[in-house]
């Protein structure tokens, strides 16, 4: 069975700094991978998703994930974040057989003024 | 409307109650889901209905029922609810089977079970 593990809980950037969070997965053959997003008192937003090509996939509001098989990871990147991108982050993980999706605990971002 | 529509928003309800959430999409979709989302926990799935016939049940209690009258609507029937049952939870709708088809979520129901 697959699972994510998101190291980070919780994360405080600065405004107008880069954000990085990190994902790692655990999965037997080549993972579908998933980026969402979720506001205070929404749901998830898909941000992005790697299902195979290029392994630097580009995603909405200027993120960008790189999917590094020989590191089970797919991490998450934003050159230069805002105040909006506050919020939690869900890295997620499927098998192209299999509808079900693994999602991580989510990371928190706190962007500082 | 578009996208996955989720009513009510919030609910609290006591222990002998009965309630139902409610979940709509109106993305042609083929699947539809139930999740369970508490503080700092993963997701955790609770049903799946794939062409309204339910395909998942991750052992989820009897007090929890759901119901899928067709692909557009689904329901999650709840009776005699425990504290720990208090959270969001959130409906998703995908087109199963397809490629480049990920979840699409509501904005989900925060129930409180008092």
């Known amino acids: 069975a697959q699972s994510v593990t998101q190291p980070d809980i919780h994360i405080t950037v600065s405004e107008g700094a880069s954000l990085e969070l990190r994902c790692n997965y655990s999965?037997?053959?080549?993972?579908?991978l998933f980026w969402y997003v979720q506001s205070p008192g929404q749901g998830l937003q898909l941000l992005l998703k790697?299902?195979?090509?290029?392994?630097l996939v580009q995603g909405i509001k200027g993120f960008e994930a790189e999917f590094k098989r020989s590191q089970s990871s797919f991490n998450l990147r934003k050159p230069s974040v805002h105040w909006s991108d506050a919020a939690e982050y869900f890295c997620?993980?499927?098998?192209?057989?299999?509808?079900?999706?693994?999602f991580g605990a989510g990371t928190t971002v706190t962007v500082r003024a | 409307e578009t996208g996955v529509t989720q009513t009510p928003r919030h609910l609290v309800m006591g222990m002998t109650n009965k309630k139902s959430l409610k979940c709509e999409q109106h993305?042609?979709?083929?699947?539809m889901y139930w999740y369970k989302q508490s503080a700092k926990k993963p997701l955790e799935l609770m049903f799946v209905?794939?062409?309204?016939?339910?395909?998942e049940n991750n052992s989820v209690p009897s007090r929890f029922s759901p119901e899928c009258p067709n692909s557009s609507h689904l329901f999650l029937h709840l009776h005699t609810l425990q504290p720990e049952d208090s959270a969001l939870y959130l409906c998703?709708?995908?087109?199963?089977?397809?490629?480049?088809?990920?979840?699409?979520f509501g904005n989900g129901t925060r129930l409180t079970v008092t």
């Open positions: 999965y037997g053959a080549t993972p579908y």
């Open positions: 997620a993980v499927g098998a192209s057989n299999d509808y079900k999706l693994s």
């Open positions: 790697y299902f195979s090509g290029d392994t």
């Open positions: 998703a709708s995908s087109q199963i089977w397809t490629e480049n088809s990920p979840l699409h």
């Open positions: 993305l042609g979709h083929n699947a």
């Open positions: 209905y794939n062409f309204k016939e339910q395909t």
